[in-house]
């Protein structure tokens, strides 16, 4: 719904994602103070923005291969590991420029999830989601036991990114250039969502039956979900491999995978906007859980130890399903019924 006194009169503007003169506005400055922030925002807070904007990267490729595909994946951090792992053995190895290695890993990341997107062709909804789940046990065992190539459990370190002349190892230098290549990220998955491909994506979601009988080329699509949605992943990898200098098969945890999937149920399925919502929601909780474990365990010493390791854990899973029972569209459609209530004020609107 668009806001009133405003219409269409071409089908380009129909398509557009920005209708509006507000919309524009609202974008430029919020990219002014991304880009920015590095002129007056802390060590901490750039190093925890540069954190979020990879994870943004990754969910935005299981965004396509699991909220616009229906593909439900619970390994998409392995596939992030493989992208980070190709930079460390070409970097480290075979002396490859680090710019050259960043495609090189989606693709890497891209066609090893093709591999593993092949059971999809016999396997649906909870069967595929355990042979992704085969695939990250299958893909970190890798990592761990070829120590000739990967370094085995110590892993590979890296040097720092340089350009030209600019040092891209400080907080402030690297953090643009991953909100850079988030914003491309998010572009690309926008239009992905809107292009034919993406229209297939969610025919074969909703209805497979349907789709197929539509002249949708199902296992091909899906296989183009796979590489999509690990593409991305991949890309992700190479920006974590940069940002910690150091990678081992520890960083590629299964549990990493679930929360990644909670994003995308926190945030909302099918929603590129979604992805943005539901990583910043995490990791702020994230932070709060950081603050408030050490007051907890001060107030409690006796079972001290317990809630260190376990507050997160028991907090992140509580508001997933708490998001799965009382918002299961997540809050890109809460968001979205607020904007046409108000809108609409003050006629009444019941959202379902």
């Known amino acids: 719904m668009l806001p009133g006194g405003v219409f269409n009169t071409r089908y380009e503007s129909d398509l557009a994602i920005l209708r509006t003169r507000l919309q524009w506005v609202l ?26 904007a990879i994870t943004i990267v990754a969910v935005l490729g299981l ?93 590979l370190g890296l040097e720092p990114l340089s350009l030209g002349g600019i040092d891209l190892s400080t907080r402030g230098s690297y953090y643009i250039l991953a909100m850079a290549i988030m914003v491309l990220a998010a572009i690309l998955a926008k239009n992905i969502q809107r292009s034919s491909a993406g229209r297939a994506f969610v025919a074969i979601r909703d209805n497979e039956l349907a789709a197929e009988v539509s002249g949708i080329a199902i296992f091909r699509y899906k296989l183009l979900a796979f590489f999509i949605g690990c593409l991305f992943a991949g890309v992700a990898g190479w920006l974590w491999a940069y940002s910690q200098l150091r990678i081992n098969p520890d960083q590629f945890r299964l549990l990493d995978s679930i929360w990644y999937l909670g994003m995308l149920i926190i945030g909302g399925w099918g929603s590129t906007t979604g992805v943005f919502l539901g990583a910043l929601f995490l990791r702020l909780l994230e932070v709060m859980i950081d603050h408030l474990t050490p007051v907890l365990t001060d107030a409690f010493p006796s079972i001290a130890m317990q ?27 809460l968001l979205e019924k607020i904007k046409i209530y108000y809108r609409l004020h003050p006629y009444s609107y019941w959202g379902s």
């Not at 390791?309 to 997933?320: D, P, R």
Request: charged fraction near 5%.
């Open 27 to 52: 974008l430029a400055v919020g990219l002014i103070l991304v880009f920015t922030f590095p002129l007056f925002g802390s060590a901490y807070w750039l190093s925890w923005l540069t954190r979020v």
């Open 63 to 155: 965004h396509v291969l699991t909220g616009l595909c229906g593909q439900v994946s619970i390994g998409h951090a392995a596939f992030l590991g493989v992208g980070a792992y190709t930079v460390a053995i070409l970097a480290t190895k075979y002396d490859v420029n680090g710019w050259l290695c960043l495609p090189l890993s989606g693709l890497a990341a891209g066609v090893v999830g093709i591999i593993f997107g092949l059971p999809s062709f016999r396997l649906k909804m909870f069967y595929l989601a355990i042979s992704t789940l085969a695939a990250s046990y299958i893909i970190v065992w890798c990592f761990q036991h070829f120590e000739g190539v990967t370094g085995g459990f110590i892993g």
């Open 307 to 333: 809630l260190h390791v376990s507050m997160g854990l028991i907090l992140y899973g509580a508001v997933i399903v708490a998001f799965m029972m009382l918002q299961p569209r997540g809050l890109y459609y």
